[in-house]
């Protein structure tokens, strides 16, 4: 499942707690991960200790994700 979903820009965000630390759960989320990104949307992993401790630093990440998938692409220059 994941934690929060952003339709507008196709981003999703993911908090991690003690539980993904096995390694079938890791494999697991991995796996889900891989196919959620082949639709085409984007995804941010966190961990809960990163929330708690460094929330600024989440929330930075979190903002120069969304300015990146806001900017527009500069266009491509011919063979020149």
């Known amino acids: 499942m994941i ?9 999703a965000l993911e908090v991690d ?5 096995t390694d079938d759960t890791n494999l697991s989320d991995m796996q889900r991960q891989f196919q959620i990104e082949t639709f085409d949307i984007r995804f941010l992993r966190f961990t809960n200790r990163e929330i ?6 989440v929330l930075i990440k979190i903002a ?13 220059k ?3």
Do not use: R
């Not at 708690?52 to 630093?57: A, D, F, H, Q, S």
């Not at 120069?64 to 491509?76: A, L, W």
């Open 3 to 11: 934690d929060f979903y952003c339709p507008e820009l196709k981003l």
């Open 17 to 21: 707690g003690d539980s993904h630390f």
């Open 52 to 57: 708690y401790k460094n929330l600024e630093g």
């Open 64 to 76: 120069e994700k969304i300015k990146q998938i806001t900017s527009p692409t500069p266009p491509c």
């Open 78 to 80: 011919g063979g020149d």
